[in-house]
């Protein structure tokens, strides 16, 4: 269904409707916010577990212009309900009224109309999804989100990039302003030490400069994303060394064989007092996944 040319009669009628509309106290524990892209989420945390026999059934009303539907929120989670309503013609001043029906024994009860509510001041963006880290000089964190190619919402968002060691708590994270709709960050290589293991996550809500228009919420924090600094100089020299040592040895070895190929009773005694590479081999196996070549190249 596509919006039509409002009438404005019919907004004065909706107007008229719903100042006159029972508002419950019942939507006080009603928290909705929509993505401006296909779903509206209410929470409604009414305490109905006290018995068992009571049960809501949620719908919302949607105007838009002279354009309205209507639909049934599905209880998806516990306390959570949604609807899906596709969303991306609807400008911030389109309507939301929500009514909770009440039903004892699955039987029609009472009926509550919450107070409308404008859809753009309960915008709760999608979280931004392929969050990716590349090295170059520096590092260039860069992300995507389902409002890019946006008509409407484009361009209207900001983010919060946070990260922090991995294996320590979130609360040692550090954060990053992205106070622009911008795509990407550049992170001075230096913010991170060398030879470690971090991950990042971010998320996004209406710019600040907007709050006029939005009153919009943090998105839920994108998948998060981890990756391991390369060692700086000084540990690659030492491994540098360590390789050669054990080409040293390997060498040496080497003429051993070719000294004792004809003596077998000899070599069985050397053979003996080979020694195993394996300790040598396991702290760059576990620090770098064997990727010899790709830690002398950073
Ligand atoms: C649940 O509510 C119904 C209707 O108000 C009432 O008849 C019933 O006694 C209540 N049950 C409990 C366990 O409170
Ligand atoms: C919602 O829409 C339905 C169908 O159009 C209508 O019957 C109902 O009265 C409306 N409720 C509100 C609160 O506008
Ligand atoms: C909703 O739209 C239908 C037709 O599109 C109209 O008959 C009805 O009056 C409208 N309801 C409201 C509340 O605007
Ligand atoms: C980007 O994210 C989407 C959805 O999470 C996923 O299907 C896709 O494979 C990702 N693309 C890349 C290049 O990571
Ligand atoms: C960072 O990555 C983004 C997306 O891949 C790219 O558009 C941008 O040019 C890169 N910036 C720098 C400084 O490398």
């Not at 963006?125 to 170059?136: A, G, K, R, Y």
């Not at 520096?138 to 922090?164: C, F, M, P, Q, V």
């Not at 069985?268 to 195993?276: F, G, I, N, R």
């Amino acid at each position: 269904m596509k919006p039509k040319r409002r009438e404005p009669i019919a907004a004065l009628i909706l107007l008229a409707f719903t100042s006159i509309a029972p508002v419950s106290l019942c939507c006080q524990d009603l928290l909705c916010y929509v993505d401006f892209i296909d779903t509206l989420t209410c929470e409604y945390r009414k305490d109905k577990d006290l018995n068992s026999s009571v049960s809501h059934a949620l719908s919302a009303n949607w105007t838009f212009e002279e354009w309205n539907d209507t639909c049934l929120l599905d209880e998806c989670e516990k306390n959570h309900y949604i609807c899906t309503i596709d969303m991306e013609d609807f400008t911030v001043d389109g309507m939301c009224t929500v009514t909770i029906i009440t039903k004892i024994n699955g039987r029609y009860h009472s009926k509550q109309i919450c107070q409308p509510f404008n859809i753009g001041n309960k915008f709760k963006p999608v979280p931004p999804f392929n969050l990716t880290v590349s090295l170059s000089e520096n590092y260039n964190i860069s992300w995507k989100t389902l409002y890019d190619n946006h008509d409407t919402r484009g361009g209207e968002l900001a983010y919060e990039l946070s990260y922090k060691k991995d294996g320590e708590s979130w609360l040692n994270q550090k954060t990053i302003q992205v106070l622009e709709d911008e795509k990407n960050v550049v992170l001075l290589r230096s913010s991170f030490q060398a030879g470690e293991q971090y991950v990042a996550r971010i998320r996004t809500q209406p710019k600040i400069y907007l709050s006029d228009i939005y009153q919009g919420h943090w998105s839920e924090w994108s998948t998060s994303i981890t990756w391991t600094t390369p060692a700086n100089d000084r540990t690659v020299k030492a491994q540098i060394g360590m390789i050669s040592g054990m080409v040293a040895i390997l060498a040496f070895l080497g003429i051993l064989m070719t000294c004792f190929r004809y003596s077998p009773p000899i070599w069985k005694k050397v053979w003996v007092l080979v020694p195993d590479p394996e300790p040598f081999f396991k702290p760059l196996y576990k620090g770098h996944q064997g990727d010899f070549k790709v830690t002398h190249n950073l």
